[in-house]
C-alpha cells in the first residue's frame, strides 16, 4: 500500500499457504519500520511453493498524503536464497484509497527487472481491500484483515489475477 508506516513504528504482514496447498501460492512476513513520517525500510521473506525461498530489501517514500489518498515509491532487490539471479523492483508506485477509517483500497504497480540476465519482465499489478478491526492497546496500533489478487509478471502460467491475502499488524 501506499501508506508509510510511521517514525519509529514496526509493521509486520503475514500471509500464509497452508500446507503449501495452493499450487501457486505463497507463505510470506513483510516488515516496514518507519525511519520518518513518510519513509521506511521494508523487505520480505518468501517461501514460494516449489520450494523456494526468496527475500527483498527496500526504501519506501511517501510522497502524497492525503485525506483520501496516499502515494508512494520505492526501490529494492529481490533475491532467490539458493540461485544467482537478483530483480531490482524499480519503478514502483503504491497507493492507499482510504473509503472510511476502516475500510481501505491499496495495491501497487512494480516493474521487475532482471539484474542477472539483463531482462525487463515488466510490470506487476496488485489491488486489496482491507478492514481494519478496532482493536488497540499500549503496543498495538491496529490490525487489518486484507483480501485481493496479484498480477505476477514472472510466473507461468499466464494468469491475469491470482487471489491473496493478509493480516497486517502496526505496532507502536
Known sequence: NG???????FQLDLTWNPFDKIEFGQTYAVMSYGITERFDI??????????????????????YKKDKIDLATAIGIRKRFDDTWTHIFSPQILYTVNITEK???GGSMVNVYNYTTEKNYGLTFD?????TIP????????ISINVGGFHPVTWSPDAYFLPTYSLDIKFK
Do not use: C, M
Request: hydrophobic fraction near 35%; avoid cysteine.
Open 3 to 9: 501508506t508509510a508506516t510511521g517514525k519509529g513504528k
Open 42 to 63: 521494508h523487505g520480505y521473506i518468501s517461501r514460494h511453493n516449489g520450494p523456494f525461498y526468496t527475500w527483498y530489501g527496500g526504501l519506501f517514500y511517501q510522497f
Open 103 to 105: 475500510v481501505k483500497i
Open 127 to 131: 489491488i486489496a481491500l482491507g478492514y
Open 135 to 142: 482493536l488497540k492497546n499500549s503496543f498495538l496500533e491496529s
